[in-house]
């Protein structure tokens, strides 16, 4: 099990686009488990939907993207690595998460070659389905900068 501090030594992310709390289960490269507690303190619901909150599909998917990374990364090779989504395909979106939901994210590694991964992502809350996405990932140098 990984906390938001072992996190944090695995990704780059911070506030406000850390978007995993905890991973509950973790097989180095091939799949994880984790976390996403979904609060009305959260930046996006401001504007997402004033009066109607819901948390933005893209963000969604950034968690089961960031849980993928947290999978790959955690391979000893990989590690000082950067992960990049490199590509999304069979995305959809099928329950709304609203603030008070724990999203429980799985992540499964499919395929991995060279510096690339492909991942089937699936984010649920209480047992529904909320969102599915098979992730493609980029393995990078994480002490080059990155193209803005």
């Not at 799949?31 to 979904?38: D, I, Y």
């Not at 590690?79 to 395909?89: F, M, T």
């Not at 809350?125 to 980029?138: M, N, S």
């Amino acid at each position: 099990m990984l906390d938001a501090d072992a996190i944090c030594k695995v990704l780059p992310h911070r506030y406000p686009f850390l978007l995993v709390d905890r991973v509950i289960e973790l097989a180095p490269g091939q799949r994880a488990v984790g976390l996403k507690n979904v609060t009305i303190n959260e930046p996006f619901f401001a504007g997402h939907f004033p009066g109607r909150p819901v948390m933005p599909g893209v963000l969604i998917v950034e968690a089961m993207a960031q849980l993928g990374a947290i999978a790959l990364l955690a391979v000893p090779e990989n590690r000082g690595k950067l992960g990049l989504l490199a590509g999304l395909d069979r995305v959809r979106f099928r329950r709304m998460v609203k603030p008070g939901d724990s999203l429980r994210l799985q992540i499964e590694v499919l395929q991995r070659r060279g510096s690339m991964g492909r991942a089937a992502g699936t984010a649920e809350v209480d047992g529904q389905v909320a969102a599915t996405a098979e992730i493609l990932f980029a393995l990078v140098d994480g002490s080059q900068e990155t193209p803005s």
